[in-house]
C-alpha cells in the first residue's frame, strides 16, 4: 500500500497554515505496525515534510517527512510504517483526549 494517496495529499493543508487554527484537523494518520508509534498529518509541503502529532515515547506536536517513513520501510524489507487506510479526519485536541 502506497504510504499516501493523492487524495490525501490534495487534502492536506500547506505547512504553516494552520497555525492560528485552535482546532486543527489531523488527516491522516500513520502507525508502526512493530509498534506503539502513530503519526498524525496535520500540514504539509506537498513533496516530503509533514507538521503534526506524533505519539511515541511522547505526545508532541512536530515535523516528520515521507522519506524516513520509506527508509524504514526499505530497511525493514516490508512496509513496517503505514497509512491507515480506515482513518477519518478528526481534531488533534480529540486524539489527544
Avoid at 75 to 80: E, I, L, M, N
Amino acid at each position: 500500500m502506497a504510504l499516501l494517496t493523492e487524495e490525501i495529499k490534495k487534502s492536506l493543508p500547506a505547512l504553516y497554515s494552520q497555525e492560528e487554527n485552535k482546532a486543527p484537523l489531523a488527516r491522516a494518520r500513520f502507525i508502526d505496525s512493530l509498534g506503539d508509534w502513530s503519526w498524525y498529518a496535520i500540514e504539509f509541503d506537498g513533496d516530503n515534510l509533514f507538521f503534526g502529532l506524533v505519539l511515541g515515547f511522547e505526545r508532541e506536536l512536530g515535523y516528520f517527512t515521507l522519506s524516513e517513513f520509506e527508509e524504514v520501510n526499505q530497511k525493514a524489507g516490508f512496509d513496517r510504517i503505514q497509512l491507515d487506510p480506515d482513518f477519518t479526519p478528526v481534531s488533534v485536541h480529540e486524539i489527544q483526549r
